[in-house]
C-alpha cells in the first residue's frame, strides 16, 4: 500500500512578503505608478497599454507626458515615385538598433486617391488625398506611433475658385497637447497675390479666417511651410522670406543669408531638435558649403557648421554627373533630405542622398557612412541614368515616436 504524505505549503519569507506588498503598494498609488511609466520607452507603453483597463487609462490620459526626449527623430519616410495614386514610402532608420518601418503606405482610411504625407511635425503627419490642391481636398492628422487619426473638416470656401497654396501642421508637444493646422488659400478666385489665413484647432474645432488678407510675393513657398520657435516658416526664392505666429496671429518677414537682391538657391529647409536649419549652396561644382541657423529672435542667422563633401565624391563616384545639371544647375547628384540636431553637437548630423542610396554625414569628424540602399527608379531630379536623384528634402519626413493625441 503506497503511503501518502501532507506537503505542507511553506510559509512566505519575509522577503516575499515585503516585496508584494510594495508591488501591491505601487499597483494602488497612481502617482507612484505614473512616475514608473513615464520613464519607460514609448514602445513598452504601447505594450503596457493591454496590461488593464487601469494601465490603459492612466497611459492614454491628457496629461500623461513620457519621460523622454519628444524631439529625438527615430527615422524619415522618404515618398517613392512608383505610383502616384497611393505613393509608397522607404523608411531610413535613423536609430542605432534595427527598428521596423511604421508604415510602407498610408491605409488609415479608405481613400480611393491615396494618401500622401504633407508635413511631420513633433510626431504628427499632416496629410492629404492625393487628389489636388483644391480646397475640397481631404485632409488628415495622423499619429503613426498609436495608429490614430483625425479626419479634418473642409476648410471655409471650399468651392470652385478657390484654391489651398499651402497647409501647414503647428504641434508643440512641450506647450500643448492641442495643434493647429494652418491654411493659406487664395483671398479671391480673380487675386493672384492677396492671401487669406485660415486656421483649425483640435482644441476648439472649425475652421476660421484669421486676420484680414495680405499680399505676399509669388515666390514664396508656401507648400513648404516649417514649423519652429511658435511659427511657420516659409522660404522664398529671393527677398525676405515669411513666417505666420501661430499664437499671435501675424504675419512677419524674416531675413535671410544671400540678402534682398540674390536669387536663392536653397537645398535645405527644415526643422531639427528645435533649430532651424537653412543651406544655400552656389557654384556648379561646390562641394563646401555652410548649414545656417536661426537666432532664437529670428534676427539672421549664423553660421553652424561647415561641410566639406570632397571625401564623400571620392568614395561614391556616382555623385559625379560630368555637367551641370539643367535644373538644379550642379555638378554633382546629391541632395539634403535632413539636418539632424542631436542633444551634443559630436552627435547632429545630416541625411544625403545620392543615387539609389542614403548617406549618415558626421558634422564634427565629416566621417560618413551609407545609411540605405533605394531601389532604382524613374528620375524627379536630373537627366537619367546612374546620377539621377529621386528625392529633395521637401520629400523626407521625420519620425519621432509620440503619445500625442490626433
Not at 497599454?49 to 529625438?72: E, G, M, Q, Y
Not at 496629410?127 to 475640397?136: A, E, I, K, P
Not at 563633401?309 to 571620392?314: D, I, T
Not at 541632395?335 to 542633444?343: F, T
Request: aromatic share 14%.
Amino acid at each position: 500500500m503506497l503511503s501518502t504524505k501532507k506537503i505542507k505549503a511553506s510559509p512566505q519569507s519575509p522577503t516575499q512578503l515585503v516585496s508584494s506588498s510594495s508591488a501591491d503598494m505601487i499597483a494602488s498609488n497612481d502617482d507612484i505608478l505614473t512616475l514608473i511609466l513615464h520613464r519607460l520607452p514609448l514602445k513598452s507603453l504601447l505594450k503596457f497599454k493591454t496590461v488593464s483597463k487601469h494601465w490603459l487609462c492612466l497611459i492614454t490620459h491628457p496629461t500623461f507626458r513620457p519621460h523622454h526626449n519628444s524631439r529625438a527623430i527615430s527615422g524619415l519616410f522618404v515618398c517613392r515615385l512608383s505610383d502616384i495614386t497611393n505613393p509608397k514610402y522607404d523608411f531610413l532608420n535613423l536609430t542605432p538598433h534595427s527598428s521596423r518601418a511604421p508604415f510602407k503606405s498610408l491605409t488609415f482610411i479608405d481613400d480611393p486617391s491615396g494618401i500622401k504625407i504633407l508635413q511631420s511635425c513633433n510626431g504628427l503627419l499632416l496629410c492629404c488625398s492625393f487628389r489636388s490642391n483644391r480646397l475640397d481636398t481631404p485632409y488628415y492628422t495622423y499619429n503613426p506611433t498609436t495608429k490614430h487619426y483625425t479626419v479634418l473638416p473642409p476648410p471655409r470656401h471650399s468651392s470652385s475658385g478657390y484654391y489651398s497654396f499651402g497647409v501647414s501642421l503647428a504641434f508643440d508637444p512641450s506647450k500643448s497637447p492641442h495643434y493647429k493646422v494652418i491654411c493659406i488659400r487664395n483671398y479671391d478666385p480673380e487675386s493672384l497675390d492677396h492671401y487669406q489665413v485660415e486656421i483649425y484647432s483640435s482644441k476648439t474645432g472649425p475652421w476660421r479666417p484669421s486676420g484680414r488678407p495680405f499680399v505676399a510675393p509669388s515666390n514664396v513657398q508656401f507648400e513648404n511651410g516649417v514649423f519652429w520657435n511658435g511659427a511657420i516658416h516659409w522660404v522664398s526664392d529671393w527677398g525676405d522670406s515669411l513666417c505666420f505666429d501661430v499664437e499671435e496671429e501675424q504675419m512677419r518677414d524674416i531675413p535671410m543669408p544671400s540678402g534682398d537682391g540674390d536669387v536663392r538657391l536653397y537645398r535645405y529647409f527644415g526643422e531639427s531638435g528645435d533649430h532651424l536649419h537653412l543651406v544655400e549652396v552656389y557654384g556648379s561644382d561646390n562641394l563646401q558649403f555652410d548649414v545656417y541657423e536661426m537666432e532664437r529672435d529670428r534676427s539672421g542667422w549664423f553660421v553652424k557648421y561647415q561641410v566639406d563633401l570632397n571625401p564623400v565624391a571620392a568614395a561614391f563616384p556616382e555623385m559625379v554627373r560630368g555637367y551641370a545639371d539643367p535644373i538644379d544647375f550642379h555638378s554633382y547628384a546629391f541632395s539634403i533630405l535632413c539636418v539632424v540636431h542631436e542633444e551634443t553637437d559630436e552627435g547632429s548630423f545630416m541625411v544625403l542622398h545620392l543615387p539609389n542610396k542614403a548617406i549618415r554625414y558626421n558634422f564634427k569628424d565629416n566621417s560618413f557612412r551609407k545609411l540605405h540602399d533605394f531601389a532604382p527608379l524613374r528620375s524627379r531630379v536630373g537627366v537619367g541614368g546612374d546620377s539621377s536623384l529621386e528625392f529633395e528634402y521637401f520629400d523626407a519626413y521625420q519620425f519621432i515616436e509620440s503619445f500625442a493625441c490626433v
